[in-house]
């Protein structure tokens, strides 16, 4: 067991403490609060020092592994939360977001999967930082897209779709941008900028659907349009198949991305 | 009048789903290499020569003011998204089955129409419109229509000069140069899980390094890859694809597209929806 991944549990729960505090504080004001903001700002404090301490004690990035993925993604989701709540001031967002990445918080303490020094050969390359880091923060923003298209579609609400459109802006923009330098990888690395891969269809599955849900975006920007948060609710469920959902697929046995289960 | 129009389009576009369908079983995968260079040349002028038919006729034409409608976008999209679907669910996904061909015949030539009405307003060019959408033509376009062109082959090497390298069915065929291992450095770490491999490869008397993720490019069109490295050999990859700059002007050009699009975030104005990203 490397050190940095031993404190995890004490991270988690300073993490845990400040962030659900935040999220309370946010709640239960009615005002856009500093105090919420200060919090959660303290929590993502902690969890980048967690990470740079696991990033100097593995001599790696940290972005291998599937656990190291859900710990960027954790940190993102509580950057996106409260990027959202500082610009749009929904009480509520930083509650979901926290919520979510605590699902990811306490998966990565159940079962923390292979945190090792290794970085074998395929991943040594200028591409592998930016690819995954912007990845895992493009998967924030949809994720925070996908709740507030979610609340929209319960509760009938088209005042969220000036946020929920933002999100998916900058979501797809860090997507395109994650899935080219992958591109530009994959030529360096196997030849072709794409090939097809089970990864690689379902990155395209999901690019199209979030680029449906950006051209069908409602016209007015006031307007209930349920097939939109549908649209946007399934880019998101397609990009969950292509972040872990693929590995339990039969085709992964024929992907040469493999080294990230 | 307009929703049965869309009517017929929709009956139109499931006939030739089902026909390509048809296609896959009967003669089974789309057959690539007839369209090997200038009969790919050719057929892309042929087809550039229709979509401008296409585009002058777009306020005439029903199959025109369809691939300008918001139902074209659904099915552009639509259609991404079923094919990564189809493909990601396969076992061995083929992209050259017939059904994929058309599809992405279907987005590059929506794609082509949009970007001609749109790249450019009375104010000026749209330089983000332009570099996304220009950029994805030229990225799927130069995959798309440089496939035929694009050559794979790998060739076992060791310490005696080789030239006889195999395609990916296993036909030979010679090289113009030989490819001989002078030297190679294999790293395993304390689990024995491997951390670097390296191979110095003579090719026609001149050593090149060559390792993952770094290639050696031979020609501007031909890339050589290490795919394994054992004791006293290594398998390496010959790529030539004449098109790759052209995927990679497609690329950068997404790349700076997709920048602008974070910076600049959703901008309304005008009354087509497809223009807006």
């Known amino acids: 067991m490397m050190l940095g991944w031993n404190i995890f ?10 962030a659900v505090a ?9 005002e856009r609060s500093g105090l919420a903001m200060g919090m959660m700002c303290a929590a993502i404090v902690a969890m980048l020092a967690f990470i740079i301490t696991l990033w100097l004690t593995l001599q790696r990035p940290p972005l291998r592994t599937m656990g190291e993925t859900r710990l960027w993604y954790s940190f993102f989701l509580l950057v996106a939360g409260l990027f959202t709540y500082a610009r749009w001031r929904y009480r509520w967002i930083m509650s979901f977001s926290t919520l979510l990445a605590g699902v990811f918080i306490l998966i990565n303490i159940l079962k923390p999967e292979i945190h090792d020094q290794g970085l074998m050969p395929a991943l040594q390359s200028v591409w592998f930082v930016p690819h ?5 923060f493009s998967y924030a923003l949809l994720g925070c897209a996908t709740l507030l298209s979610v609340v929209a579609l319960v509760s009938r609400r088209s005042d969220l779709n000036g946020a929920i459109e933002r999100l998916l802006y900058g ?33 395209a599955a999901t690019w199209g659907l979030y680029l449906l849900a950006l051209h069908v975006a409602p016209a007015t920007g006031k307007r209930y349009d349920k097939a939109y948060y549908v649209v946007i609710v399934l880019g998101f469920l397609a990009l969950q198949m292509c972040w872990y959902g693929v590995n339990y697929l039969p085709s992964a046995a024929e992907s040469v991305h493999t080294y990230n289960q | 009048m307009k929703q049965r129009s869309n009517i017929r389009i929709a009956i139109c576009v499931a006939v030739v789903a089902v026909a390509m369908a048809v296609m896959d079983f009967a003669a089974g995968s789309f057959p690539v290499d007839i369209f090997r260079f200038p009969v790919n040349i050719l057929t892309m002028a042929l087809w550039l020569a229709l979509l401008g038919i296409v585009y002058k006729q777009r306020a005439t034409s029903p199959v025109a003011r369809f691939m300008f409608s918001q139902s074209a976008v659904w099915l552009s999209f639509s259609l991404v998204a079923m094919v990564g679907i189809v493909l990601g669910l396969e076992r061995r996904p083929s992209s050259d089955a017939w059904i994929v061909v058309a599809a992405i015949l279907f987005i590059l030539s929506h794609l082509v129409l949009i970007t001609l009405r749109g790249w450019r307003t009375a104010q000026g060019i749209r330089w983000r419109f332009t ?14 229509w440089g496939a035929p062109d694009r050559e794979q082959l790998r060739i076992a090497v060791d310490r005696e000069p080789n030239d006889e390298a195999y395609t990916m069915s296993g036909t030979p065929r010679i090289l113009d140069y030989t490819l001989t291992l002078e030297d190679y450095d294999i790293r395993l770490d304390d689990s024995g899980m491997p951390r670097h491999y390296e191979a110095v490869i003579g090719i026609d008397g001149t050593s090149h390094a060559i390792r993952v993720n770094h290639p050696y490019a031979r020609t501007w069109q031909e890339k050589i890859y290490l795919i394994s490295l054992g004791d006293e050999y290594c ?43």
Do not use: C
């Open chain 1, 132 to 136: 995954v880091s912007v990845y895992m």
């Open chain 1, 9 to 18: 549990p004490i991270v988690a729960a300073i993490v845990a403490v400040l």
């Open chain 2, 235 to 277: 398998i390496l990859e010959i790529v030539r694809e004449p098109w790759q700059w052209l995927s990679m002007a497609g690329i950068v050009m997404l790349i700076a597209g997709a920048v602008m699009m974070f910076l600049g975030g959703p901008r309304r104005g005008g009354n087509d929806k497809t223009e807006r990203v």
């Open chain 1, 171 to 203: 979501g797809i923009a860090f997507l395109s941008i994650g899935m080219l330098t992958g591109s530009l990888w994959a030529k360096e690395a196997w030849g072709a900028y794409w090939s097809w891969d089970a990864k690689e269809a379902w990155a």
């Open chain 1, 22 to 30: 935040g999220a309370v504080v946010a709640l239960v004001r009615k």
């Open chain 2, 131 to 144: 570099l996304l959408h220009l950029g994805l033509i030229l990225a799927l376009g130069a995959g798309f």
